[in-house]
């Protein structure tokens, strides 16, 4: 069976999109998976085993163009896939395999996509909450009506990158052989809202460089001045074991970064998703998001979420330019004190070698 995905386009969505991959593949032991998706993604798609081929989808994010997306479709046409998943809910996402006369176009309805699906699913948020969940239960012929009634396990995200790329990249970004590596990240798409304190990285970061370990910040370009701000409130002897990586990382170096760590402190992000991706411990902040439908999907994230006494629902696009105090009610003791909490369990973190 060869099949087609329309990839999502953020980051975290595609990591929980592989669980998707694994199951076609379990399913069906010699399907061909290609996927669709944004250039930016390419690198971190080619670090999952399940996919045959990566397509790069020539529209940035929000764009309509209906005529490119059918002259693009006779790329698809000529492959002869036998199905399509489309994995985002938009209307234009699924025009792509429509326009290529794929016989057979899987997804959740979504905006109304009568016709450009054939086998539409009707989705009941409260029956599935776990996004991961959803994209799973696409790899099924049978509709599958409820989460309760995927079968277990789930196979969940797991990235896989070679042992000697690892350790080469200590020496690419000039890191202390001798510091054992703690990552940051302290980046949010979504603005201050989801994001923990610049102030509160910096005083656990400050207690953890006084323990002996070196922190490297990870993000986006958009995330370096809070990483600047995050190093420039430690006191200047010890900022020489804080490193500034946010805007200076591809996304397969961030992954070599993160795989390189022994513990991880995140929001909830997109690297949140590749970190827990990679088996290592790791500390997801929540404040006004729900970890009950985008968690960290491995058994070594605990998470932390601050509790705010005001209900109020949340508008995430109109409240980008303040912390949120449900994040500011997450002292940097109490994270300090879980890291202590998971070392002592595991008795010793190794880092890769």
């Known amino acids: 069976m060869k099949v087609v995905i329309i990839a999502p386009s953020w980051i975290g969505d595609m990591m929980m999109s592989q669980g998707l991959y694994r199951t076609i593949k379990l399913q069906y032991t010699n399907s061909v998976i290609h996927v669709v998706a944004p250039k930016w993604s390419m690198s971190l798609l080619y670090l999952m085993r399940?996919?045959?081929?990566?397509?790069?989808?020539?529209?940035?994010?929000?764009?309509?163009k209906i005529r490119e997306?059918?002259?693009?479709?006779?790329?698809?046409?000529?492959?002869?896939?036998?199905?399509?998943?489309?994995?985002?809910?938009?209307?234009?996402?699924?025009?792509?395999p429509f326009f290529a006369g794929i016989k057979h176009r899987i997804g959740w309805l979504g905006e109304m996509r009568y016709g450009l699906l054939n086998d539409y699913r009707i989705l009941n948020k409260k029956k599935f909450p776990l996004m991961v969940e959803r994209y799973i239960a696409l790899a099924y012929n049978k509709v599958i009506d409820s989460a309760s009634?995927?079968?277990?396990?789930?196979?969940?995200?797991?990235?896989?990158?070679?042992?000697?790329?690892?350790?080469?990249i200590i020496d690419q970004f000039n890191l202390f052989k001798q510091r054992p590596i703690i990552g940051f990240c302290p980046g949010s798409e979504s603005g201050l809202i989801k994001r923990w304190p610049h102030y509160y990285y910096a005083e656990l970061a400050q207690k953890l460089i006084s323990d002996e370990f070196q922190i490297i910040l990870l993000g986006s370009a958009k995330d370096y001045e809070i990483g600047n701000n995050i190093r420039s409130s430690i006191i200047s002897t010890h900022q020489i074991y804080c490193y500034n990586l946010a805007g200076k990382t591809s996304i397969e170096q961030v992954v070599l970064l993160l795989s390189k760590c022994c513990i991880?402190?995140?929001?909830?992000?997109?690297?949140?998703h590749i970190a827990a991706s990679l088996n290592r411990p790791l500390i997801?902040?929540?404040?006004?998001?729900?970890?009950?439908?985008?968690?960290?999907?491995?058994?070594?994230?605990?998470?932390?979420?601050?509790?705010?006494?005001?209900?109020?629902?949340?508008?995430?696009?109109?409240?980008?330019?303040?912390?949120?105090?449900s994040l500011i009610n997450i002292k940097p003791l109490s994270v300090y004190q879980e890291i202590i909490k998971i070392f002592t369990n595991t008795k010793k973190i190794s880092c890769v070698s």
């Not at 396990?153 to 070679?162: G, K, S, Y």
Request: proline share 8%; with cysteine; aromatic share 8%.
């Open 50 to 64: 399940e996919i045959d081929q990566v397509l790069e989808l020539p529209f940035n994010h929000g764009e309509l």
């Open 284 to 325: 997801a902040l929540y404040g006004p998001s729900n970890p009950k439908h985008t968690p960290p999907l491995s058994k070594k994230a605990k998470i932390m979420q601050g509790i705010c006494t005001n209900k109020s629902k949340i508008n995430f696009k109109h409240n980008k330019n303040d912390y949120h105090q």
């Open 149 to 168: 009634k995927i079968p277990k396990p789930l196979l969940l995200p797991q990235l896989h990158v070679a042992k000697n790329r690892v350790n080469n």
């Open 69 to 96: 997306r059918f002259i693009f479709s006779k790329k698809l046409t000529i492959q002869n896939y036998d199905r399509a998943y489309i994995l985002p809910n938009s209307f234009k996402s699924a025009m792509i």
């Open 264 to 272: 991880i402190i995140s929001n909830d992000s997109g690297l949140m």
